[in-house]
């Protein structure tokens, strides 16, 4: 017991108060270089953006400020249409890729983990394969139908698939284009949970797959699913090379149309569609941190 007090004593030093902790080197500067870097960052994406919102609100003729290309927003020519048409072709996107690839990672995760691999290097594909490329090769197939399938049900189906109002090819390579993104954020969530346990203990009770599914799989990737969504639609909602390749109008290509005679509106129709996909991501995070309270608690 003496020894360990005069072991105590001794690294106390005189007037038996300990040294305090040694300062890091460069550790007090870090904040202010973490500030810098956040304020470029944020002029970076701001600047352009606030240079947007004025070149839409200001008022050539009279000077001031003005909203009446927002105001001029809804009753455009075509906007209901081509916006309606791509929030349709976005929907229908989400729920097939979804439908697709929940049942792939689970399975795969859960039964087949020997296919993680391939299954991995098949969404990656398209991010390998340029989409000029992919969408020539959907043109070119398509073509088939009336140079050698004419008067058959086939060259029906590929002019059913072409139809102006809701283009189904759209949606079925939009599908593939957005495979990447949404087997990452389910894989991601199906790693982060314990379905294993879960799905066993479901199906003990006597619950069939597809119960299991939709019961005990989804509310668990809640927040993976919701991600998914969300960057399908965004993707959706933001591509212009296949849709104008194609000859169909959505929403982007129709931004393009108008760019030429009526350049304000076309911004501000660029920037409300920025804050729409801002909200929805909002509403996700806010999801997200409101689940993660409830678990806590």
Do not use: C
């Not at 993707?235 to 009526?262: C, D, K, M, N």
Request: hydrophobic share 55%; charged share 15%; glycine share 8%.
């Amino acid at each position: 017991m003496a020894v360990v007090t005069a072991l105590a004593e001794s690294v106390a030093g005189a007037g038996g108060v300990a040294p305090g902790t040694p300062v890091r080197p460069g550790r007090r500067g870090a904040g202010a270089w973490r500030f810098a870097v956040l304020a470029v960052l944020g002029l970076y994406f701001l600047v352009p953006i606030a240079a947007s919102v004025w070149f839409t609100i200001r008022d050539r003729g009279r000077g001031g400020v003005t909203a009446r290309h927002y105001a001029a927003i809804p009753g455009a020519e075509g906007f209901a249409e081509a916006f309606t048409r791509s929030l349709v072709i976005a929907g229908l996107t989400v729920v097939l890729v979804l439908l697709l690839m929940v049942p792939t990672v689970v399975l795969v995760n859960l039964r087949l983990p020997r296919l993680r691999t391939a299954v991995e290097l098949l969404t990656l594909m398209p991010l390998v394969l340029p989409p000029i490329a992919l969408v020539v090769g959907v043109r070119s197939v398509l073509a088939w139908a009336p140079d050698y399938f004419l008067n058959t049900p086939l060259a029906e189906a590929f002019f059913a698939l072409q139809e102006p109002s809701l283009p189904w090819i759209l949606v079925l390579v939009y599908v593939v284009l957005a495979l990447p993104f949404v087997y990452r954020a389910l894989d991601a969530g199906v790693r982060g949970a314990d379905l294993r346990t879960l799905t066993e203990a479901a199906r003990n009770l006597g619950a069939s797959w597809p119960r299991v599914l939709v019961s005990v799989v989804l509310p668990v990737l809640r927040t993976s699913v919701l991600n998914a969504s969300f960057l399908t639609l965004a993707l959706v909602l933001g591509e212009y090379t296949i849709a104008a390749i194609l000859g169909f109008e959505t929403f982007p290509t129709w931004i393009v149309r108008i760019s030429g005679s009526q350049p304000q509106l076309s911004v501000a129709v660029s920037v409300l569609s920025l804050l729409i996909t801002w909200v929805l991501l909002l509403l996700i995070s806010a999801l997200d941190r409101r689940r993660g309270t409830k678990e806590t608690a």
